[in-house]
């Protein structure tokens, strides 16, 4: 079974920290994603990455990075954490080059910025 | 601009009834179509998939249409049950596309399914 591991379910930071989520897969997947979900608003990607080193804007880039240095780990950063980043963050991966591609997510970090 | 419009964005069914929800897109390049379910507390798992060459597939409970010429796709869930209650995503893939592998999700239906 695929098992994509995100570091925290729940995380409570400060505005202007600087915060890191990490996400894990376990089944060297090429494609690695982020979302953010909210009430309403659905699924919306930030960035992905199809190799290391490698990296997307989503549709949703502004106020983020990553950084993926190992084929097995994807890394969201909020540079100076705002209040409007307040959200559930979902990471996903799949298998890369093969067209329909499943894509597996994590359990989500609900992020909460004071 | 959203690529995939979803509706309706929740939708309360009795035991039994048939829950269906309705997607439609504009970019014509898509050619795979999947819908994934979410559990509270769980990220969304991949449910059900059809490509355009179809126009319908089943999977148990669980049927994707697919009309083409219309660009819209729905997900019929038949004798839907409470463990049905769920949120659910429609998506579109362009598997030839140079983002090989990017799904553009829908905004999601909340299910409830009452006993």
């Known amino acids: 079974d695929v098992k994509v591991t995100q570091s925290s379910r729940y995380l409570v930071k400060r505005t202007g920290e600087k915060v890191f989520l990490e996400c894990v897969q376990d089944m060297d997947h090429e494609n690695m994603f982020w979302y953010r979900q909210d009430p309403g608003l659905g699924l919306r990607l930030i960035y992905f990455s199809y190799d290391v080193k490698m990296k997307e804007k989503g549709d949703i880039p502004e106020g983020y990075s990553v950084s993926r240095e190992k084929k097995e780990r994807f890394s969201l950063i909020l540079e100076s954490a705002s209040t409007n980043q307040t959200s559930m963050y979902l990471c996903a991966s799949s298998l890369g080059g093969q067209g329909e591609e499943t894509q597996y997510f994590g359990p989500g970090t609900r992020l909460l910025v004071l | 601009q959203q690529q995939v419009k979803q509706s309706p964005q929740s939708l309360i069914v009795q035991k039994g009834g048939i829950s269906i929800i309705n997607c439609a897109y504009e970019?014509?390049?898509?050619?795979?179509f999947p819908w994934y379910q979410q559990f509270p507390g769980k990220g969304p798992a991949l449910l059900i998939a059809?490509?355009?060459?179809?126009s319908e597939k089943k999977e148990g409970r669980f049927t994707i249409s697919f009309n083409k010429s219309a660009k819209q796709f729905s997900l019929h869930i038949m004798d839907s049950q409470p463990g049905d209650s769920a949120t659910y995503f429609c998506?579109?893939?362009?598997?030839?596309?140079?983002?090989?592998?990017?799904?553009?999700f829908g905004r999601g239906t909340q299910l409830t399914v009452w006993p």
């Open positions: 998506a579109a893939s362009n598997t030839r596309g140079s983002t090989l592998g990017r799904l553009y």
């Open positions: 970019n014509t390049a898509f050619d795979y």
């Open positions: 059809i490509r355009p060459d179809v």
